[in-house]
């Protein structure tokens, strides 16, 4: 059974960090790109970063670059996100996903991400 489950969500004060786990199961993860989106009530779902199997090349959302880090284990199967400088803005719940494709990962189209996980929720105070 595939299986993607993000942890480390949680409440955080404006300024501060945090760091999301995807644990992977079910499937090759090293054959697979990694990606971090999220969904605020009300709002799209978007893409906030990815990291590419074949390559580590990282890629991330404008409104995050420099605040977050993506990285993956595979000897863990495990892909982390860290969020530093939090912002209200941040809050939403965070999903990752795993995407077989063999080039650079993308963040701006989902449809290539073929497993999903149930989500973590994200909640930055002002």
């Known amino acids: 059974e595939v299986q993607l489950v993000e942890s480390g969500g949680g409440l955080v004060q404006a300024g501060g960090s945090l760091k999301l786990s995807c644990a992977a199961s079910?499937?090759?993860?090293?054959?697979?790109?990694i990606g971090w989106f999220r969904q605020a009530p009300g709002k799209e779902r978007e893409g906030v970063s990815c990291?590419?199997?074949?390559?580590?090349?990282?890629v991330y959302s404008d409104s995050v670059k420099g605040r977050f880090t993506i990285s993956r284990d595979n000897a863990k199967n495990t892909v982390y996100l860290q969020m530093d400088k939090l912002q209200p803005e941040d809050t939403a719940v965070y999903y990752c996903?795993?995407?077989?494709?063999?080039?650079?990962?993308?963040?701006?189209?989902?449809?290539?991400?073929?497993?999903w996980g149930q989500g973590t929720q994200v909640t930055v105070s002002s």
């Open positions: 996903a795993a995407d077989p494709v063999q080039a650079d990962c993308v963040i701006t189209s989902f449809p290539s991400y073929e497993y």
């Open positions: 990291i590419s199997n074949y390559n580590g090349v990282t």
């Open positions: 079910g499937f090759t993860f090293e054959d697979y790109a």
